[in-house]
């Protein structure tokens, strides 16, 4: 048959562009059938998480979804352009638009059909491991998945076939559109001219971003944190396209306008050829380099939070058992303790029992607490929480012999501290900072970190709170163990707030970061294969303009040598440009989540800082990677 | 001392190869200081190749080629570039202008490149841009000028290092009958300012307006004819002929 001849021969004499692009296309597929055949497991739902889970997934799956579709569409544009000479001298020649139609139906059919296969079998192989992975980062053992998932076999083919047919679609729109002389004549591009207004929607972007900035940079640990941060997110998205679409044209506009500095060799061709540049690929740029942010941003997160498990559940549960009560537990309980341990093998520890003032929430004014009262009181001013504790009991359980004076206090806190002269329910201290405070924990588990506050008396009518906490030890699967603490929970009738168990915690934790950590790989494994098409794509069309260019300058009487020297520059440039913005956007968005996880109660700052510098080192050498590897497809189409 | 001095010259593309393509055999001529020549020849005869070597883009395979004394088949890739700017205009067929620099900023690239002084270079584009009537245009972009606009400014660009040498591939290919001798025009009052100029042309009409035109055929100089005190038309008709007999495969 004619067509799908002509098909199978524009295919090889494009390989360099649809190669790629079946690889992109094969391994989305692939992802997203991974996603679908985890979500319809059925033992991953029946575990305690496991509604977090699935719902993680969901938000996962339709994430990698509209980014499958954004690729598709903006991915399509290039192969059009390839094609497009190619249907025109077919048009000339005497094909009608009905045949041309057919050749375009004919070329996605076979797209999908390829990317179909390669993908599902990819992701047959790998769902499997990513199942495996799964398991290991939830750090549960029994949980089982099939080889095939039919289901998801399914709908990855029902989703996969929607979107070729709408990229169809929209090519056949465009082909209905052009009449042949159209299609064949080469696009040219024409340095725009740009107005005031122009310069203004530039100034307007830079100020979008440092407003997105200063949003990240001040942003308080409060309940609006996260609000705050993803209203910084919108700011910093608009700005950054407004930036690099129009900022850095107005920016070398300007360096043009200095003649003395724009007459030199090296500027004249690096700025001259970087408008040019900017021109056409600002917006691909601004889309690369918030990619790239995207990459460092949710890589960074879920790897520290998932490295932070660990200090998360500390703070939760400084010991494996630790009950918050009104009163000190009464013998019956002690004995219901005793009975349930009994039963269960387990033999109980480093017992402990001490008073404590309740936490009080509120925020601080200058050296001021104002106390707002426990944690259902909290507003929207709140952003702190303070525990008091008498010196008797601090030297009884930490076997210390401290003496204070009544103007004096003891102070601990694991995120910034009040220290110094504070003011704290009426009351002045001065407040000596403590470097160690092994006792320390989050009792609440809210999301404001507590500062314990050592003194001589409670003020009158303080209420307080009794922790009773203690280990235990015992033979057993971390399933027995958290029988064990379920039934406990369950003997003493206490709600949740008042009684926390470490292995059960953990699970939950292990349970929810495990699963964020699964979708931030995932998702991040998506983004970097998208980016790494588009700066394909980008290279591409670069060496096609630039290939004009290179012959012209040398006729003019550039040497080879400074020819290839300057254009090149012009294309690290560009590419490196991305990669910055988007260390920058992680440099500002640092403190934003750094307020987030400490909500999470995760406080480890050289942590977070080691797992934000070797993400960003890692990300730049794939980068760097990939630049090298399309460069070499750029110089081949440079130099022919 | 002739300006130009050539004499054996030729050329073989893909020596090593199976296929050699023997593109100029035997090329030897002079050119005299303000002389306006016309190279004329079949498609495939070899006048680009004869003109690119001409200007240092390429390399001879034998023979002499000397520019004002000097050797132009001794310079390395680096030295040929920076005697082609500081000696040498060149005009294309499709006027090969960047698109991403403005007329004015074209017409400076070959002086940016030899580094001169902004001030010098504003001096030098006032009377040139007078004479090649372009100041309208000149802070425009070549993509917003019509064809012969985007030729005047080329040759601007060719003109403003004040070369030894004009070099023309066919400058006239790209454009209509009329624009064709606007520009032809324009050569001719360069040329009659002293301005050497070699062009390689298809058109007799073209030619007709060089004072000296060679013949080129399967890379051999194959006639010479000169102007001298005929008319246009009477000297174009002359070229016309010798076409016909060049084409037909000669006497
Ligand atoms: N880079 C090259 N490699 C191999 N052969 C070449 C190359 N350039 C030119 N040739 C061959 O050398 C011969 C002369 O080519 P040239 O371009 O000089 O012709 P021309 O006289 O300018 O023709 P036209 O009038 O069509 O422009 C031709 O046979 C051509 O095929
Ligand atoms: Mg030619």
Redesign the pocket.
């Known amino acids: 048959m004619l067509f799908t001849k002509l098909v199978n021969s524009s295919f090889k004499r494009n390989l360099r562009v649809y190669g790629p692009y079946l690889v992109a296309t094969t391994m989305l597929v692939a992802i997203n059938y991974i996603f679908l055949a985890v979500r319809a497991n059925e033992s991953l739902k029946k575990l305690n998480t496991g509604a977090a889970t699935s719902a993680l997934l969901s938000l996962g799956f339709r994430f990698i979804f509209l980014v499958t579709i954004a690729f598709l569409i903006y991915v399509n544009r290039f192969l059009w352009q390839e094609r497009r000479q190619e249907m025109g001298l077919y048009s000339m020649l005497g094909m009608t638009s009905r045949n041309l139609q057919w050749l375009t139906v004919i070329e996605k059919a076979y797209l999908l059909v390829c990317s179909l296969v390669g993908g599902l079998i990819i992701g047959v192989i790998f769902e499997k491991l990513a199942f495996l992975g799964l398991g290991y980062l939830l750090k549960i053992d029994h949980v089982s998945q099939s080889w095939l998932v039919p289901s998801a076999l399914g709908e990855t083919v029902l989703l996969m076939s929607l979107l070729f047919c709408l990229i169809m679609v929209i090519d056949l729109v465009k082909l209905h559109r052009m009449t042949p002389s159209q299609l064949w004549r080469p696009q040219t591009v024409k340095v725009k001219r740009h107005g005031k207004l122009y310069s203004f929607a530039g100034l307007v972007g830079l100020g979008l971003l440092i407003w997105a900035y200063y949003i990240t940079v001040t942003i308080k640990p409060r309940i609006s944190a996260i609000a705050h941060f993803f209203s910084a997110v919108l700011l910093l998205t608009v700005g950054t396209y407004l930036l690099f679409i129009i900022g850095s044209i107005v920016f070398l506009q300007f360096l043009q306008k200095q003649k003395h500095y724009y007459y030199q060799p090296r500027h004249f061709i690096a700025i001259s050829g970087m408008r040019q540049r900017m021109e056409q690929n600002g917006a691909s740029l601004a889309t690369i380099c918030l990619l790239c942010s995207s990459i460092l941003v949710i890589l960074f997160t879920s790897v520290t939070l998932y490295a932070g498990i660990g200090s998360t559940v500390k703070s939760y549960a400084p010991q494996n058992v630790v009950i918050n009560s009104q009163r000190p537990l009464t013998a019956q309980q002690k004995a219901l303790v005793n009975d349930t341990a009994k039963r269960h093998h387990a033999t109980l520890t480093h017992q402990l029992t001490y008073t404590m003032a309740a936490p009080r929430y509120g925020y601080w004014k200058d050296d001021r607490f104002i106390n707002q009262g426990d944690i259902l009181h909290m507003d929207k001013q709140t952003s702190s929480s303070v525990i008091l504790l008498t010196t008797k009991e601090y030297n009884r359980i930490t076997k210390q012999h401290v003496k204070l004076a009544d103007n004096q206090a003891l102070a601990y806190a694991n995120n910034k501290g009040h220290y110094g002269k504070v003011t704290i329910n009426g009351h002045t201290y001065q407040a000596k900072r403590l470097n160690h405070y092994s006792l320390y924990f989050n009792p609440d588990h809210s999301i404001y970190t507590p500062s314990f506050y050592v003194i001589n008396q409670l003020p009158k009518g303080t209420p307080t709170t009794t922790v009773t906490s203690f280990d235990y030890r015992m033979k057993g699967t971390q399933k027995q163990r958290i029988k064990f603490e379920g039934e406990l929970q369950a003997e003493l009738n206490m709600k949740n707030g008042q009684f926390t168990a470490k292995e059960t915690i953990s699970s939950l934790i292990n349970g929810l970061y495990g699963g964020l950590v699964f979708i931030g790989i995932l998702i991040s494994l998506v983004l970097a294969i998208t980016t790494t098409i588009v700066i394909y794509f980008k290279q591409i069309s670069e060496g096609m303009a630039d290939a004009e260019r290179f012959a012209t300058m040398q006729q003019v009487g550039l040497s080879e040598k400074e020819t290839v020297k300057s254009i090149h520059s012009q294309v690290l440039m560009v590419f490196l440009l991305p990669l910055v913005g988007a260390v920058i956007n992680l440099g500002f968005a640092f403190p934003a989540i750094r307020q987030i996880m400490i909500q999470l109660s995760l406080y480890n700052l050289p942590l977070m800082i080691t797992v934000g510098v070797i993400v960003s080192i890692s990300l730049l050498i794939l980068y760097l990677v990939i630049y090298g590897l399309t460069t070499r497809v750029y110089r081949h189409i440079v130099e022919q | 001392m002739n300006l130009l001095h050539i004499s054996h010259l030729q050329k073989t593309?893909?020596a090593n190869s199976t296929h050699p393509?023997k593109?100029l055999k035997e090329i030897s001529f002079d050119v005299n200081p303000g002389e306006y020549i016309a190279i004329m020849?079949?498609?495939?005869?070899?006048?680009?190749?004869?003109l690119n070597i001409i200007a240092t883009l390429e390399k001879a395979s034998a023979g002499e080629i000397l520019l004002n004394g000097q050797d132009l088949s001794s310079l390395t890739a680096d030295q040929a570039a920076k005697y082609r700017r500081e000696h040498l205009g060149f005009i294309f067929q499709h006027f090969n202008l960047l698109n991403s620099l403005s007329n004015r900023d074209n017409i400076y690239l070959p002086l940016v490149l030899a580094k001169v002084p902004v001030a010098e270079m504003e001096k030098r584009i006032q009377p040139l841009a007078a004479s090649l009537g372009i100041e309208q245009i000149i802070d425009r972009y070549p993509t917003e000028v019509s064809g012969g606009q985007q030729q005047r400014i080329a040759i601007a660009r060719a003109l403003i290092t004040q070369p030894d040498l004009l070099l023309a591939d066919?400058p006239t290919g790209a454009l209509d009958s009329n624009t064709s001798n606007e520009i032809l025009d324009l050569f001719d009052r360069v040329n009659a300012n002293g301005q050497t100029i070699i062009m390689?042309t298809?058109s007799a009409a073209a030619a007709s307006y060089a004072k000296r035109t060679l013949f080129?055929k399967d890379g051999r100089i194959y006639h010479e004819l000169f102007r001298g005190d005929d008319s246009l038309k009477q000297y174009q008709e002359e070229i016309s002929k010798t076409m016909m007999t060049l084409t037909n495969g000669g006497e």
């Open positions: 593309y893909n393509v593109a020849g079949e498609s495939g005869a070899g006048k680009s190749t004869l066919e390689v298809h080129i």
